[in-house]
């Protein structure tokens, strides 16, 4: 009896360290984590793949407050581990991701989270403003 009771639990802790190990990543997009915090909605994703592109539109949605900062030091410091680089920034790039802050803002108020949408305002405002870099 003791032995097959050390044997169970040695089977479970073995099982609990590689669960606590293992690490999210975005259906779809194989060499992206999701940071904690995060749930990914796979009933709305549209997938387009052909021989030369592949397009990928997924929804992720927070079940816990992340700030911006949170989410940018993760996948500043995760995505470079996984063999992604960081690349100078083109005006039109600012733009864009001008652009995404001042689009996803009515978002993050609809969900009750006015702070982050007022600083994402905030900070498409300061990028077309040349005040900020991205």
Known sequence: MNKFFVFFIVTLLTFNISFANEENFIDGFEDIPMITGMHQETNNDIFF???????????LY?????TYEEFANFYTKTLPQLGWTVKEKSQNEKGYYAFVCESCAPSFSYHGYFM???????????IYDGNRDI
């Open 49 to 59: 793949n052909n021989e030369e592109t592949r397009y990928i539109e997924t929804n």
């Open 62 to 66: 927070a079940y816990k407050p992340i």
């Open 116 to 126: 982050t949408a007022e600083e994402l305002k905030k900070r498409a405002k300061e």
